[in-house]
């Protein structure tokens, strides 16, 4: 398989070149429906990372109708969830899928995949997890299997609109999931790209300066950057 990794520089604009597509876990010959028809060795990788933090805590796991591999298929096989109550109570979402998880399918032996798995820590409000993370991170991931460019550390969008129902939110920053190391796998290393929600005055801010300054600001008082739908500034 073909496959071409983009490497776009933090606070880039959108405009760095487009690769040639990537589809590290599209599997060959059998589809693969869920993680228990084979092995998932890179699938065990991100599981342990988060029993690191988590322990024998089950999560809740979310699967698309129909896994990769199929026609229609989503680029995802699925995100889990876990509850976190430090430093305040949220929810932890994380993504399977963006690395290679059944087998080697890139030409990188150094990297799973697209190189990280996306994260998003969500203020829990009651006692069942919101779907509009999910539904985010599901769309995010298409949209880097269908173009080929990769979102890095320091990547900024703007969607358009609000990333959750009735909230002042309406753009997103990436950086490292600072609760989080990097993962090493027999398909490579890869770490996880938080996702956090922006108020259009500190996107603005971020272009000014950068997307780490501003992060480091709100990371002041929010040390793992939780993303708060109903924050205002």
Not at 153 to 168: E, F, T
């Amino acid at each position: 398989m073909e496959s071409t990794r983009a490497h776009p520089q933090p606070d880039s604009a959108g405009d760095e070149k487009q690769p040639k597509k990537q589809t590290p876990n599209e599997p060959a010959g059998k589809k693969v429906k869920n993680k228990n028809e084979r092995d998932a060795p890179g699938w065990d990788a991100i599981d342990a990372a988060f029993a690191k933090v988590y322990g024998d805590q089950k999560p809740i796991h979310v699967a698309p109708q129909l896994p990769p591999g199929l026609e229609g298929g989503a680029s995802l096989y699925g995100v889990s969830i876990y509850l976190s109550e430090k430093p305040a109570r949220h929810w932890h979402y994380v993504t399977y899928g963006m690395t290679e998880l059944f087998k080697k399918e890139s030409d990188d032996p150094a990297t799973s995949g697209w190189g990280f798995e996306f994260t998003v820590r969500v203020a829990a409000v009651g006692d069942e997890p919101p779907s509009w993370p999910t539904n985010l991170l599901m769309k995010l991931a298409d949209y880097v299997f269908r173009s080929g460019r990769p979102f890095a550390s320091g990547h900024r969008v703007n969607p358009g609109s609000a990333i959750a129902p009735s909230s002042s939110l309406n753009a997103i920053a990436f950086t490292k999931d600072p609760g989080l190391g990097g993962i090493a796998t027999p398909f490579g290393s890869a770490h996880f790209l938080q996702l956090v929600g922006i108020t259009t005055d500190e996107l603005a801010r971020m272009k000014e300066s950068s997307t780490d300054i501003v992060l480091k600001e709100l990371s002041k008082n929010n040390n793992l950057l939780i993303t708060d739908p109903k924050r205002k500034h």
